[in-house]
Structure formats: structure tokens, C-alpha cells
């Protein structure tokens, strides 16, 4: 079933997410009946600021944490399982607190946040939820007792505050967010690593006999992006392998011209544009010492 490929697909994305910010384990068993949290989330004492680039899920990540992610919309069953975690956890850290004596914080008692790509009014009412204010729609509370939201990505407005969450969405949901995310700066610190994870998640469903219509459309979303980026990265290693011939090019004809030069001269070269290595490559010829090379490189900087 390609459940538990995008069941992995999740767990590693948020795993990559929120790995800056404080311990992320995945798959973490709890006692009882053995049951596993598909991320089990612990804040830096020290909260960094750059959280805030997570939008909602950073808002989420604020605290300790459980986050359950659902492919298919998370049943009753499936909630009332998350809950039983969460107690379990809760009731973990109470009795570590009287072990040593200490007073079991609000703010370090885990939270929940299931994440279900769509639910129906009906289960939502079951569960007693409300909106909060302050928080986006889409965001589900539970009584304040039992420290759990239910996350309808479907319902989830479409702004960059959303993006990381709605790429656990499915069908155009998911894909309207792999296109932002494709949009985003080359410089922005999740874009590659998550677009790398998401094509992984593409070439994994490319294997599965048994595709869902929404795990085709997805193959498909993502084929002339994944062609594209793959046609750069390819041009760039071309761009990179005529940089390295043409530095080495350049260092043996000055090794040949005036002798062996030092490290940082060779360090000042090797930061030069293929321009200026060819503009190199032309000068060095009317080079007698090393007096000579350093005369232009220096007129390079000014």
C-alpha cells in the first residue's frame, strides 16, 4: 500500500523541519500496549527565532510536541489511539517529575496535533472542537484538558504560513503547495532539502504497482519539475567541472611561468569567474615573478 510510503515521506519531512529546533524523534514507542508516535517533538531550551520560517507548524513546534500525520482522513478510531498516546506521555512525565521532586510545568507537557488531509463536520463535532482566537482556520481544538487540535489541511487558508503543512495535503491541495514551494528563493533553507524528499516520496510511488488517482496526478505534478531541476544541477556540475579544468589549467601554466605559488594566492585564483581566469590565462604570459601575478589580482578587487 503507498500509505506507508507517504507515511514515511512525513515522518522524514518533519524530521528535516524541525530538526534545528530541538530533539525530533520519529517512530518513538510508548508503553501499554505497544503503540508508536509518528513524531514525538522536544523544543530547545533556547527558542530560535528562525522557527517563525515554519509559519504554522512552527507555531506547533513552540512547545513539546506529538504530530500525527495522516495520509488518508484520520478516522475516529485513529484520533481516539492519538489521544491515548498523549495521556500516555503526559502520565510518563508526571511520574518523572515526583521521581525527582519537581513540579511538573504546563509548558513542558506535551500538546497534540493531528494532521488529517480532510474531516467531515460530523467528526469534528463528535470530538467537541472550536476554533481559538488568534489561530487560523482549520485548526481544531479539543477541550483544553485534553491539549489536542485536529489540523484539517483542506481547510487551511493558502499563504506561505500554511506551505509546510499543506504539503502533507493530498490532490490539488499538495500540489498547489509543491508549486510554492518550487517558487521559493534558491537561497530559502528548506527549499532543496524538502524538494529533495518530495521527489524521493515521487520516485518511491513510481514503484508501487497500486496507485491511488491522487499518487498519479502527483507522479505527474511533479515530473517537469523534478526534469527541470535535474537539467540545472546537471548544468551546474558542467559550469563547475569548466571552473576546476580552467583553474588547473591556469595554476600549472603559472607553476611552468614564474614557480610555485603559495596558498593564498592559489585561494584568490580559485575565487576567480571564468572571465577572469581567462583574462589570467592571457596576462600571465607577460609574467616574470610572482611580483607580477599578486600586481593582478590585486587590480581584480579594486
Request: charged content about 30%; hydrophobic content about 40%; overall charge negative.
Amino acid at each position: 500500500m503507498t500509505r506507508f510510503i507517504h507515511d514515511k515521506f512525513a515522518k522524514d519531512y518533519l524530521e528535516e523541519l524541525l530538526k534545528d529546533y530541538g530533539e525530533v524523534k520519529a517512530s518513538e514507542k510508548v508503553s501499554g500496549e505497544i503503540k508508536e508516535i509518528d513524531v514525538l517533538f522536544t523544543p530547545d531550551k533556547q527558542q530560535s527565532s528562525n522557527i517563525q520560517i515554519l509559519g504554522l507548524l512552527g507555531r506547533f513546534a513552540e512547545c513539546p510536541a506529538i504530530i500525527e500525520p495522516y495520509r488518508n482522513p484520520a478516522s475516529t478510531d485513529e484520533i481516539c489511539d492519538c489521544i491515548l498516546k498523549l495521556l500516555e506521555i503526559k502520565a510518563l512525565l508526571r511520574r518523572e517529575a515526583k521521581a525527582n521532586k519537581t513540579k511538573l510545568q504546563d509548558s513542558e507537557i506535551t500538546k497534540l496535533w493531528v494532521l488529517t488531509p480532510t474531516i467531515s463536520e460530523t467528526r469534528l463535532s463528535s470530538f467537541g472542537t472550536m476554533q481559538k482566537a488568534g489561530w487560523l482556520s482549520g485548526v481544531h481544538f479539543l477541550p483544553d484538558a485534553l491539549r489536542t487540535a485536529i489540523v484539517a489541511i483542506h481547510q487551511l487558508p493558502q499563504t506561505p504560513e500554511t506551505l509546510w503543512l499543506r504539503l502533507l495535503g493530498r490532490g490539488s491541495v499538495q500540489s498547489q503547495a509543491i508549486i510554492e514551494l518550487q517558487g521559493l528563493p534558491l537561497d530559502h533553507p528548506y527549499q532543496k532539502a524538502t524538494l529533495e524528499l518530495v521527489y524521493n516520496l515521487r520516485e518511491n510511488l513510481r514503484v508501487n504497482q497500486e496507485l491511488e488517482a491522487d499518487d498519479r496526478e502527483l507522479i505527474m505534478r511533479l515530473e517537469p519539475l523534478y526534469q527541470r531541476d535535474r537539467e540545472q544541477a546537471k548544468e551546474e556540475g558542467r559550469q563547475e567541472g569548466r571552473q576546476e579544468g580552467k583553474e588547473d589549467l591556469i595554476l600549472r601554466l603559472l607553476n611552468r611561468r614564474i614557480g610555485e605559488i603559495d596558498a593564498s594566492l592559489i585561494g584568490q585564483i580559485k575565487s576567480l569567474s571564468i572571465e577572469q581566469l581567462e583574462n589570467l590565462g592571457e596576462a600571465l604570459l607577460d609574467f616574470f615573478s610572482v611580483a607580477d601575478l599578486e600586481t593582478w589580482l590585486n587590480q581584480q578587487s579594486i
